[in-house]
Nanobody
Framework: QVQLVESGGGLVQPGGSLRLSCAAS????????MSWYRQAPGKERELVAT????????NYADSVKGRFTISRDNSKNTVYLQMNSLKREDTAVYYC??????????WGQGTQVTVSS
């Protein structure tokens, strides 16, 4: 059974940093592409970042390039999202996904990130 459990969300001031973690189980983590999505109130869900299964190549939404970094530790079956220089518009529920053939197939329960002074 695939399980994805996010953690690390919280309240942070503008300009601050947070690191999200997603612990995975129930599948061969190292050979799967992983992504982070987010959804703000009243807005559509947005792809934030992806890290592919081989080579570790990454892709980012334009809105987070240069501020967010996705990484993975295959020995811990965990994917991370380091978020720096946070802005109010980064406020959202962040979800970790395991992707199959380019489609987010399994989702975590989400973790709330609130950027506010």
């Amino acid at each position: 059974q695939v399980q994805l459990v996010e953690s690390g969300g919280g309240l942070v001031q503008p300009g601050g940093s947070l690191r999200l973690s997603c612990a995975a189980s129930g599948f061969a983590f190292s050979i799967n592409t992983m992504s982070w999505y987010r959804q703000a109130p009243g807005k559509e869900r947005e792809l934030v970042a992806t890290i592919v299964r081989i080579g570790g190549n990454t892709n980012y939404a334009d809105s987070v390039k240069g501020r967010f970094t996705i990484s993975r530790d295959n020995s811990k079956n965990t994917v991370y999202l380091q978020m720096n220089s946070l802005k109010r518009e980064d406020t959202a529920v962040y979800y970790c996904t395991m992707d199959v053939l380019g489609t987010p197939t399994y989702w975590g329960q989400g973790t709330q990130v609130t950027v506010s002074s």
